[in-house]
């Protein structure tokens, strides 16, 4: 197993691992759209998104795959009926005619205490060949 870090996403405070490699497959720990730079939220649905989706890019490009290579996203949303349309409109934009498995649930318990995050994903990947 190869553990995968990059500056580019943000880092979790515990001992958990931005993503992980095994067999060309990868596991995408719980990522958020948190802004790497100053590890904020962003205000709006569609902001959050946006830099949730960089994150997961950053990611990906650090253990050798792309968006391309995702096959499945699990997406946790804090209001999903609210926020949903704004997620899927982005998902499009970014993913394009690519359509991994994915599902999508609402909690409201996720994240760092007092951050506010409306989206958490895990994702996995898989490295052709």
């Not at 949730?52 to 968006?67: C, Q, R």
Request: no cysteine.
């Amino acid at each position: 197993m190869r553990v995968i870090e990059t500056k580019n996403a943000p880092t979790h405070t515990g001992p958990v691992p931005q993503a992980v490699e095994s067999g060309g497959w990868i596991f995408v720990s719980a990522l958020f759209g948190t802004t790497v730079d100053e590890g904020k939220i962003p205000d709006t649905a569609r902001g959050e998104a946006e830099q949730l989706f960089a994150n997961l890019k950053a990611v990906l490009e650090a253990a050798g795959a792309t968006l391309e290579n995702v096959v499945q996203v699990r997406i946790m949303m804090r209001a999903l009926q609210q926020d949903r349309p704004t997620f899927n409109e982005v998902w499009r934009k970014q993913f394009g005619d690519h359509r991994p498995a994915r599902s999508a649930i609402e909690s409201s318990d996720f994240g760092r205490p007092g951050e506010g995050a409306r989206f958490m994903i895990e994702a996995v990947a898989h490295l052709a060949g």
